[in-house]
């Protein structure tokens, strides 16, 4: 079975200043993992996703995560909030190639203030 | 190119009844995964279809069922609805099935509310 613990429902930042959201998974099989971004009334956008290549993973928007397989980690950084960036955002594994369904995390909502 | 489309974006439905939501998936696609969002479960997976097969089934009653059409299109059902049905159904695409390494793109979502 697979598990996605992101570790903050909100998380409340000044703009300008670096974005950590924190997320830890679980998996039987080599996962790749995804953080996905939701603005209100909207559907999903992919960030970022890590598929067994290199660990620390580039996204859009200057978004970026490292992989670890020793903490069992991915979180999500970024050096300098944006007004633009507060909305909900979801780390999501995904299994082997039997068991591609997504599990996704709660969320976490990240607030910028001005 | 055009992204998933999911129709109907808003629907209001009576306990009791059957509903259909529809989703079209990026051309070229050929795997459409269904998802349910609510606030108190957060986001599910409810079923994978690839080539007009379901590939994989989350876990649900069976009152939730989908198809998928030689174009990809898929369409999800919900019979006898209940309250607790009420949510946001959101379908991804992705181009193949099986293969990690494909990413899935999501639609806007049809939020049904059953009263």
């Known amino acids: 079975a697979q598990s996605v613990t992101q570790l903050d429902s909100h998380v409340s930042v000044s703009e300008g200043t670096p974005v950590l959201l924190r997320c830890n998974y679980s998996?039987?099989?080599?996962?790749?993992l995804f953080w996905y971004v939701q603005h209100p009334n909207k559907g999903l956008q992919l960030l970022l996703k890590?598929?067994?290549?290199?660990?620390l993973v580039k996204g859009i928007n200057g978004f970026e995560a490292e992989f670890k397989k020793s903490e069992t980690s991915f979180h999500l950084t970024k050096p300098s909030a944006h007004m633009s960036d507060a909305a909900e955002y979801f780390c999501?594994?995904?299994?082997?190639?039997?068991?591609?369904?997504?599990?996704f995390g709660s969320g976490t909502r990240l607030q910028v203030q001005p | 190119k055009a992204g998933v489309t999911q129709t109907p974006r808003y629907l209001i439905k009576t306990r009791g009844q059957q509903v259909t939501l529809s989703c079209s998936p990026i051309?070229?696609?050929?795997?459409v995964s269904w998802y349910q969002q609510t606030p108190g479960q957060g986001l599910q997976f409810l079923f994978e279809?690839?080539?007009?097969?379901?590939?994989n089934k989350g876990n649900f009653p069976g009152r939730f069922s989908g198809r998928q059409f030689s174009n990809s299109r898929s369409e999800m059902n919900v019979s006898t609805l209940e309250l607790g049905d009420s949510a946001l159904y959101l379908c991804?695409?992705?181009?193949?099935?099986?293969?990690?390494?494909?990413?899935?793109?999501f639609g806007s979502g049809t939020r049904l509310t059953v009263v």
């Open positions: 991804a695409s992705s181009l193949g099935a099986g293969d990690p390494n494909y990413g899935y793109t």
């Open positions: 998996s039987s099989y080599s996962p790749s």
């Open positions: 890590y598929t067994s290549a290199a660990t």
């Open positions: 999501v594994v995904s299994g082997d190639t039997g068991r591609r369904a997504l599990t």
């Open positions: 051309s070229g696609h050929r795997s």
């Open positions: 279809y690839f080539s007009e097969t379901q590939r």
